[in-house]
């Protein structure tokens, strides 16, 4: 054992061995810059893997995966994002998604009214496309007035789709949103739905609506390949395409449509009532001299809420009014 003492008394700097990754040198903060990275946009997700379109351009898809530098960042359809790595396309190839840029829109949804947890259904759309059947079934005015709080909140402009007009005559419900300037196209299954496509061309729109108010009949009409292509961008080529994921289908025409058949319902949690004034411009003053707390529901919930001074003052009218309140219980959970 003294031998042993003598030798290490001879060890110098030289003979010092470290394990590898348990240096004291500080880990760099520094991250490569991908200069060479390609520009894309998300298009289909599954099972950690993401299908992106080069360019937008839907014969240039590249199956990516997240960059370790990127963490739990996270990246749904509609994302722009950076690429490296083989962004051929090529079969049994990956890429790497390196940045996801700031978003310009997003589509959200809470389980429910109590679920402090959002999603992200869509980013970067541009509109809101909410189909709706006139009957059979009946229409659910709720579930439109609760996609409209989504869109105004998450900068969508939305697009109010009336279907089976074959059906029912569209003019009741048409009337009902009249004092929202809502923007609606009826449709009906013996016509073409060219008016629809001209509303949707070189725009980036999300769908939604229930079961049975004929959104995969309007889907196949628009992108007469639905099936094919979204057997293209369901992740790693398998073909999957779950009920809970939003997947972007290219029209012919130019543009996209993202389908989003996992969603039936919007918890808004996430929103606040003043998210929702600020889609009405003539209300948003106002709406900063009422009370902390103030929901605007107006007389009794509300006895000091300062938007009926607008429509007293003739600034709007008592159906715009009527037509925010309407949304602003949505939002509440009172709706139908």
């Known amino acids: 054992m003294a031998g042993r003492r003598g030798d290490w008394s001879r060890l110098d700097e030289a003979d010092v061995r470290v394990r590898p990754g348990k240096g004291s040198r500080p880990r760099s903060k520094r991250r490569p810059e991908h200069a060479d990275a ?122 109010l789709c009336l279907t089976k007009a074959d059906l029912a005559d569209p003019a009741p419900l048409l009337a009902r949103y009249a004092e929202l300037d809502l923007p609606a196209v009826v449709t009906r299954h013996d016509v073409e739905p060219d008016v629809l496509r001209e509303h949707l061309a070189d725009r980036v729109s999300a769908l939604v609506g229930h079961s049975g108010v004929g959104k995969s009949t309007l889907v196949n009409r628009l992108v007469p390949d639905a099936a094919r292509a979204i057997g293209a961008v369901s992740g790693v080529g398998k073909g999957r395409h779950t009920s809970t994921s939003a997947v972007a289908l290219p029209l012919p025409g130019g543009g996209w449509v993202v389908d989003t058949p996992g969603i039936r319902s919007f918890g808004l949690a996430h929103i606040e009532p003043g998210d929702i004034v600020a889609a009405f411009e003539e209300f948003v003053a106002a709406a900063e001299e009422c009370p902390p707390g103030c929901g605007h529901l107006g007389a009794p919930e509300d006895p000091g809420c300062y938007l009926d001074t607008v429509v007293e003052g003739g600034e709007a009218t008592a159906g715009r009014l009527e037509s925010l309140r309407r949304l602003l219980v949505s939002k509440a959970g009172a709706d139908e």
């Open 38 to 159: 390609v520009g894309a946009m998300v298009v289909g997700k599954d099972r950690g893997r993401w299908t992106c379109a080069v360019d937008r351009d839907p014969g240039h898809l590249v199956v990516a995966m997240r960059a370790r530098e990127l963490g739990r960042t996270p990246v749904v359809v509609g994302d722009q994002v950076d690429l490296v790595g083989d962004t051929t396309g090529a079969s049994d190839t990956l890429a790497r998604i390196v940045r996801v840029a700031d978003r310009t829109s997003v589509l959200r949804r809470t389980a429910d009214d109590t679920d402090a947890f959002e999603r992200v259904v869509v980013a970067n759309a541009e509109q809101l496309l909410i189909v709706c059947a006139l009957a059979d079934p009946q229409p659910r005015t709720g579930f439109i007035d609760r996609c409209l709080v989504a869109a105004f909140a998450g900068g969508l402009a939305p697009l």
